[in-house]
């Protein structure tokens, strides 16, 4: 096995150096995650630049409903992810197999139901969001087409978790790349030359999101190892379903909070008017990149606790974050720093109105002090994750950042109406989360649960 995982490009973090492996992790998925994020950019650049300001705030207003089944979706392939990778740092090679197929298997089914209900709820959603009727029918065709490519995104993410599970983090990242190079171009063409707006930049997304599919299962097909994909053995265990369910319902649920809540926000700030709607979509774009290294750092360090709790080493498990959190606390806080700086000159290359710019610049300089907090907070979830101890994770992340969220914006917004009120919330609920995760970690016995689990799960193998 380990001449096939060498020649497939994974990696066992079960020993060596975890500084320079969590490295090897979080780059290629960073990387990964900011050609999706420079797509975004050039896109926001073109749609701002090329159909005006009405169409740009016609696909941020959709934004927290695309990305509320992006989100769970995604949340749903790390659970099945963090199975996988538990199998193989065990070197369990049938069950790496079985949970692969088991995993697209999922993909497929889901991607497919996901796409119809999508389509089906996306208008009286955006309705219930009170979107602007000058943006309104722009938003609605956006989020169509987006819906119905949904089973692309789906298999292709799966896809992207699966190479992820066995260590390999580049992989992903180069399909990525390829796809938002297909995305930029086709921007190009339907939204620039064709002049098709919201329309144009709707279809290049579709488009790049089947090419990624494509590509990644014609991958894996060709995989060196016990993930290798056979299309015609793709099915669903019902077991090896169940502990993927188990691990992955949590996660998309948790990501679903996340959007319900910013769904929630996004109405406070359609409140504001289409400026408001302009800036908040530009600030979002523009410190993504914090996001970026976050989400690059905590899926990481899900994947080295994931590999070392399945090979029973929890001491370098607990090393690993210990690592990932000195990572943490260096690289988010430059950017936060940096970003805190060039709020204003950054603003400005993307729409020339001043109006927008100004309320963007407020928007970073107000969030960014405080990424940190929510970064911290991931890296400790994500340790927790990797040993398959997902569920009260998501309990605590929902009641202190979601369901406190929320009660601010109905307690506090309509009294104190301004863009102020509405970004405290998210300091408050980053702090409040943060101190419910780390008193679960030192408190709540979680290892142990989990490895309780795995031995009643393999008993049940056993008599099968």
Known sequence: MRQAVRRSRSLDVTHGTIWRQLLELCVPVFLSSLFQQSYSLVNTFIVGRFAGKMALAAIQATASLTDLTVGFSVGVGAGCSIVVSQYFGANDDKQVFASVHTAMGLALVGGLAISLLGICISGPMLALMGTPADIYAQSLTYVHVYMAAMVFSIVFNMGAAL????????????????????????????????????????????????????????????????WRLYPRRIHIDAKLASDMLRCGLPL???????????????????????????????????????????????????????????????????????????????????????????????????????????????????????????????????????TGESLRPMLLTVLGTCVFRMFWLFAFVPSHHSIDTVLTSYPVTWLLTGILIFIYYRYGHWAERSKARERAHLAGHATA
Do not use: E
């Open 252 to 386: 998309g649920l948790q990501s679903s909070a996340y959007s319900v809540s910013n769904i929630i926000l996004q109405s406070s700030i359609n409140s504001f008017g289409s400026n408001a709607i302009a800036a908040w979509g530009l600030a979002c774009r523009i410190d993504s990149v914090v996001w970026l290294v976050s989400d690059a750092l905590g899926t990481s360090v899900t994947t080295f606790a994931a590999q070392n709790f399945g090979a029973g080493n929890r001491r370098r498990m607990r090393k690993g974050l210990h690592t990932s959190l000195a990572l943490t606390a260096a690289v988010i806080g430059g950017i936060s720093a940096a970003l805190f700086t060039l709020a204003a000159p950054l603003s400005g290359l993307f729409i020339t109105d001043t109006n927008v710019t100004s309320m963007t610049t407020q928007m970073i300089a107000y969030i960014s002090p405080f990424y940190v907090l929510y970064s911290l907070m991931d890296n400790i979830s994500g340790t927790i994750r990797g």
């Open 163 to 226: 190479q992820r599970a066995v260590g390999d983090t580049r992989t992903p990242s180069l399909i990525v790349a390829a796809t938002c190079l297909v995305n930029v171009t086709l921007d190009l063409v339907l939204v620039v030359w064709a002049g098709l707006g919201v329309l144009g930049a709707a279809l290049s997304t579709a488009c790049s999101l089947a090419v990624g599919a494509v590509v990644t299962v014609a991958i894996l097909t060709r995989a060196q190892g016990p």
